[in-house]
C-alpha cells in the first residue's frame, strides 16, 4: 500500500511563498500617521501663539476644543481660568483690550503622548519700557484640538531680549 502525504513538496513551497510575500508587504507598508500625531499637535500650538499675537480670537477657538479649559497651577493649587470656547473668547478680548503690547513667543516646544509643552516669552510694553517674561505651558489634545492649557507661574526676566 502506497502512503499519500496530504500536501506535495511544490504545495508547501508554495504556502511558504506566499506567507513570505505577505510577510514582506506588511512590514513594508508605512505605519499610518495618527491624527493627534505630534508634529500636527506641535503645529496647532504654533497657530494659536500666532492667532494670539495677530489677535485673531476665531482663529485661536479654530483649533481649541469646544470645551477648552485655561489653567493656571501655582504650587498645589489649580485654577480654572476659562471653560468653553465662549468663555475663553470674552477672556482674550478683554486680555487684548487691557494689553495690546502683548506678545507671545515659543522659545522650545516638545510633544509627549496627548500634550505638547513649550517654553513660552510674554514680551510686552511697560511703562518703565519692554518688559518679558517666561513660562511653562502645557497644551493637552483630544481629538485633534486643544482641550486644556495649563499656565505655570511665569519669571519675570531680568534683562528683555533683544529685538531681531
Known amino acids: 500500500m502506497k502512503i499519500q502525504q496530504p500536501f506535495g513538496a511544490k504545495r508547501v513551497l508554495k ?33 494659536f501663539v500666532g492667532a494670539f499675537n495677530t ?12 470645551n477648552v479649559q485655561w489653567l493656571s497651577v501655582d504650587g498645589a493649587k489649580v485654577s480654572v481660568e476659562t471653560e468653553g470656547k465662549a468663555a475663553l473668547r470674552e477672556s482674550m478680548e478683554r486680555y487684548f ?17 496627548s500634550r505638547v509643552t513649550a517654553l ?11 518688559k518679558s517674561q517666561r ?3 502645557v ?6 484640538k486643544i482641550l486644556r492649557v495649563y499656565y505655570f507661574p511665569a519669571e519675570v ?8
Open 97 to 113: 483690550r487691557s494689553c495690546p503690547s502683548c506678545k507671545s513667543s515659543l522659545e522650545w516646544i516638545q510633544s509627549a503622548g
Open 55 to 66: 489677535r485673531n480670537v476665531d482663529a485661536m477657538l479654530e483649533v481649541a476644543d469646544e
Open 139 to 144: 497644551y493637552e489634545f483630544r481629538g485633534g
Open 15 to 47: 504556502l511558504w511563498l506566499v506567507v513570505l510575500v505577505t510577510a514582506v508587504v506588511v512590514l513594508a507598508a508605512p505605519e499610518p500617521t495618527p491624527v493627534d500625531s505630534g508634529i500636527e499637535q506641535e503645529k496647532r500650538v504654533r497657530e
Open 157 to 164: 526676566d531680568s534683562q528683555p531680549p533683544v529685538s531681531k
Open 135 to 137: 513660562g511653562l505651558s
Open 120 to 130: 513660552e516669552r510674554a514680551s510686552w510694553s511697560g511703562k518703565s519700557g519692554a
